[in-house]
């Protein structure tokens, strides 16, 4: 429904920015393995990070925008992160523009009691392998962006703008925690979701006195070997697998703040700039 697309150019790119430079400069079938290499490569290249709403200067030159043109400037020209309305806008073009049949959707994230970025929420349990209702669940409006996949005659999700905690070749499932329990994360409905709604989205997060991200530092980024995190001035790292990270410190200072967004996350800011985060 006049979703945008990229030209070939754009895409070749983009694929250059995550790691996965098209083979003789042919651009990559729309398949299933294409999807997952790309969610995969997404994931551990651009992390997931709201540092434009803690940088005043930034703020006050640019804000934070959510059409394509912005968005792939500053994930790919500018080789930064950024939070879902800008990773899913920027990955369901490139998934479009190859030939994939992607809907954009909207989902109420789960915020249990004292949620941290990176941290694992309680498990939900299970009654004869199908989750317990949780009328305790505190719930956001739908203020998450996702995308839909239609492909070989399934629908799947595909969502690399949540910090990292969802992998490609989930259909339509929850995330297993190590122990092999399952929690909620999310719910949603298959409506679909234009950039104007994102825009209201975007505004509320940006703006509002109360929102989570106008508080809080959250950078997070996949890795070969585990995840890293970054929640204020905690930084955290996992092994894959692992219910709890097995490296947790306190960031202190300026100049240990860049040195470790450069060396985790691959993001590089001014001393000037790094003091306001």
């Not at 997952?36 to 997931?48: I, T």
């Not at 996992?238 to 985790?264: F, I, K, Q, T």
Request: net charge negative; charged share 20%.
């Amino acid at each position: 429904m006049g979703q945008a697309t990229m030209s070939p150019s754009l895409v070749h790119a983009y694929l250059d920015r995550i790691g996965l430079p098209a083979a003789a400069g042919a651009l990559p079938p729309p398949t299933l393995p294409t999807l997952a290499a790309l969610h995969w490569a997404h994931l551990c290249s651009v992390p997931f990070e709201n540092l434009s709403l803690r940088l005043e200067a930034a703020q006050k030159q640019h804000g934070i925008h959510t059409d394509l043109q912005s968005i792939y400037q500053k994930l790919v020209g500018s080789r930064r992160g950024g939070y879902c309305y800008e990773q899913n806008a920027l990955f369901g073009a490139v998934l479009r523009s190859l030939g994939f049949d992607v809907v954009d959707g909207a989902a109420r994230v789960v915020q249990p009691p004292q949620r941290e970025a990176g941290g694992e929420a309680d498990a939900v349990p299970l009654l004869d392998g199908v989750q317990a209702p949780a009328p305790e669940l505190r719930l956001t409006g739908h203020d998450h962006h996702v995308l839909f996949v239609w492909l070989d005659g399934r629908l799947w999700l595909a969502d690399v703008g949540f910090g990292g905690q969802l992998r490609a070749g989930y259909y339509l499932q929850h995330r297993s925690l190590a122990d092999g329990s399952w929690k909620y994360l999310y719910f949603f409905r298959l409506d679909e979701f234009l950039p104007q709604d994102y825009a209201i989205m975007n505004h509320y997060i940006t703006q509002h006195l109360q929102s989570y991200f106008r508080h809080n530092t959250v950078v997070a980024r996949e890795t070969r070997e585990g995840r890293v995190t970054l929640f204020n001035s905690t930084f955290r790292r996992w092994r894959e697998g692992e219910a709890a990270p097995h490296e947790e410190r306190e960031v202190e200072g300026e100049a240990a703040l860049l040195a470790l967004l450069a060396d985790h996350f691959d993001l590089r800011f001014t001393a000037e700039e790094a003091g306001t985060i």
